[in-house]
């Protein structure tokens, strides 16, 4: 199901999401990789940017975009630490990310399959998805995150 090279990002994006919560951010950092080399990342930003779009996938697709000098980012890879929201899931679409690789479900924001399936809504564009992937440990630093918030 999942390979090596798998394993490799989101143990990166596990470390962007880590540097969210040194700033304040709520925990989920990305990877946005190109013929298995990291294009760009992002982790959460809202709070620092006053940016309520800067969630850790919409920073990795601006930079990937820039990187690449095109908006549509084929052929490329994200790996996101949390199922995506469903801005994030059209942000995905619109960007033409050939798949996506996330870890935690979100049973209260996610849009790929807990709260709804945002990648069966018709589109222009088609991707492939997986989720799950070192869930337990991208999962326990958010729970540990709002553990501390609320104490």
């Known amino acids: 199901m999942?390979?090596?090279?798998?394993?490799?990002?989101?143990?990166?994006a596990l470390v962007l999401a880590?540097?969210?919560?040194?700033?304040?951010?709520?925990?989920?950092?990305a990877v946005l990789v190109l013929n298995d080399?990291?294009?760009?990342?992002?982790?959460?930003?809202?709070?620092?940017?006053?940016?309520?779009t800067a969630h850790a996938?919409?920073?990795?697709?601006?930079?990937?975009?820039?990187?690449?000098?095109?908006y549509r980012l084929?052929?490329?890879?994200?790996?996101?630490?949390?199922e995506p929201c469903l801005m994030c899931v059209g942000a995905l679409i619109q960007a033409r990310i050939a798949r996506l690789v996330f870890g935690a479900s979100d049973p209260k924001a996610g849009a790929v399959h807990s709260v709804?399936?945002?990648?069966?809504?018709?589109?222009?564009?088609?991707?492939?998805?997986?989720?799950?992937?070192l869930a337990e440990d991208c999962g326990a630093i958010l729970t540990a995150f709002?553990?501390?918030?609320?104490?």
């Open 37 to 52: 080399e990291a294009l760009s990342e992002g982790w959460n930003r809202p709070i620092a940017t006053q940016d309520p």
């Open 116 to 133: 709804c399936h945002g990648f069966e809504i018709p589109s222009n564009h088609r991707l492939t998805y997986e989720g799950g992937l």
């Open 74 to 82: 084929l052929n490329t890879i994200l790996y996101v630490t949390l």
């Open 2 to 12: 999942f390979s090596e090279q798998d394993y490799f990002w989101m143990q990166k």
């Open 18 to 29: 880590k540097k969210a919560e040194t700033q304040g951010e709520v925990p989920v950092g």
């Open 57 to 70: 996938e919409t920073v990795a697709l601006r930079e990937g975009a820039k990187a690449l000098g095109n």
């Open 146 to 151: 709002f553990r501390k918030k609320r104490t």
